[in-house]
């Protein structure tokens, strides 16, 4: 399994940016997807999670109303777009993948910081 994100970079605050994440060695199509997000010093933090089909999605509290997780199954690619976003946004962001019988994979991590 290979998770490769992208898109990370230096935005004001109130920029966007958007993540992308392209996954392989496992059939994409068949498994929820998550964003996952580190600041420093602090714990990993889940920041949003997609459903198989894209159908069902959900945010943490803290990104609500302005983050998008979406995917395309066609390019086994999640993306996270991220609006109005504000400093305490910074961390490195991951991509994430579950399963119960083969375990788990991260990604290397994009660095995202929001700074004027």
């Known amino acids: 399994v290979q998770l490769v994100e992208s898109g990370g970079g230096l935005v004001q605050p109130g920029g966007s940016l958007r993540l992308s994440c392209v996954a392989s060695?496992?059939?994409?199509?068949?498994?929820?997807m998550n964003w996952y997000r580190q600041a420093p010093g602090k714990e990993r933090e889940l920041v949003a999670t997609?459903?198989?089909?894209?159908?069902?999605?959900n945010y943490a509290d803290s990104v609500k109303g302005r983050f998008t997780i979406s995917r395309d199954n066609r390019k086994k690619t999640v993306y996270l777009q991220m609006n109005s976003l504000k400093p305490e946004d910074t961390a490195v962001y991951y991509c994430?993948?579950?399963?119960?019988?083969?375990?788990?994979?991260w990604g290397q991590g994009t660095q995202v910081t929001v700074s004027s």
């Open positions: 997609i459903t198989s089909a894209g159908g069902s999605t």
């Open positions: 060695g496992f059939t994409f199509s068949s498994y929820a």
């Open positions: 994430y993948w579950w399963d119960s019988r083969r375990g788990d994979s």
